[in-house]
């Protein structure tokens, strides 16, 4: 994709105080559109976002419905709350393009989230 093109990033985070956190980082970076998760959106819907930015299990929940055929992110972002080597490890097997825990500064969130958008 190219840079120039909005990104549409949709934050989908358990935690209701975080993704609004996340929607507010992301908002301020050039070269993204945010909005939030609809929690009636089809996961596997014909207009997917160009990043998913998700806890664990949500992105997780994501990317089981690619299995079907469909991808509902073209780039995936995890920003879970903790994390151990095993979660991270599971992620990256099932699809996840990054992962970056939420106790980092709001400059690597958006540095994660601009490395993972650039992905095939």
């Known amino acids: 994709m190219p840079l ?5 990033v949709v934050v989908a985070h358990e935690n209701a105080v975080i993704a609004a956190g996340l929607r507010c980082i992301l908002k ?25 930015v998700a806890d664990h299990a949500t992105a997780l929940q994501w990317v ?17 709350m903790g994390g151990d080597d095993a979660d991270v490890r599971r992620a990256f097997e099932l699809g996840i393009h990054g992962y970056v825990i939420l106790d980092c500064p709001a400059e690597e969130i958006a540095g994660a989230a601009r490395a993972v958008r650039t992905l095939p």
């Not at 120039?4 to 549409?8: E, I, R, S």
């Not at 301020?28 to 998913?52: I, M, N």
């Open 4 to 8: 120039n093109t909005p990104t549409m």
């Open 28 to 52: 301020t970076q050039p070269g993204f559109e945010v909005e939030a998760w609809d929690r009636d959106r089809r996961l596997g819907r014909e207009d997917p976002p160009d990043l998913l």
């Open 64 to 80: 089981g419905q690619d299995e079907g055929g469909c991808r509902s992110a073209r780039n995936i972002l995890v920003v879970p």
